[in-house]
């Protein structure tokens, strides 16, 4: 059964886009969580807007076909907008309404807190990362590294999207 119903709109492209680097990135929150469920209850009403990313593999970040410099076009490409903090700074971890109906709503992103993320000019976008404080422990990236999966939610390609699996979805909500 191919459960897309309740992911944010555009899933299925932006999944289609990071194909080839499904392991340097885990999906959390609200989509993964409504798609296990519908997984295995069908249909849901509930749906969320938003695409909520950890990025488990910072490495080879200015590399021409990396992830980060993927995922900085792929921003640039739809006309996402950077929230901004009060002190007028990029909140450059949530992008927003992107300017064509091809991308998801909302974009999350965030990694291990201590370790940042040395981005090289080609994901400059990206260079001033506000984390959230739930998924940003670096026993988290690891938990998430080890206890996810890929679910089907286009079974005529077989497309997947990475999710950290239902008991980590749990623990992580509990710990937030």
């Known amino acids: 059964m191919s459960a897309m119903k309740s992911l944010p709109p555009n899933t299925a492209e932006f999944a289609r886009v990071f194909e080839k680097h499904s392991d340097s990135f885990v999906t959390i929150g609200g989509a993964p969580t409504l798609l296990h469920i519908e997984q295995r209850e069908g249909e849901l009403q509930r749906k969320t807007d938003d695409l909520d990313i950890v990025i488990l593999d ?7 076909d990396g992830f980060l410099t993927l995922f900085a076009k792929y921003v640039g490409d739809n006309g996402y907008e950077c929230g901004k903090l009060a002190s007028g700074k990029a909140q450059s971890y949530r992008f927003t309404n992107p300017n064509n109906g091809l991308a998801p ?10 370790e940042g993320i040395p981005l090289a000019r080609a994901a400059q976008r990206l260079e ?16 998430l590294k080890a206890h996810r ?10 497309l997947v999207l990475p999710v950290a699996r239902p008991a980590l979805l749990v623990l992580m909500k509990a710990y937030a």
């Open 58 to 64: 910072v490495g080879g970040d200015g590399d021409e």
């Open 105 to 114: 709503r909302i974009l999350e992103i965030s990694t291990r807190r201590k």
């Open 128 to 143: 001033e990362f506000e984390m959230s404080a739930i998924v940003c422990e670096p026993y988290f990236v690891d938990l």
């Open 149 to 158: 999966e890929n679910l089907v939610i286009e079974e005529a390609q077989k």
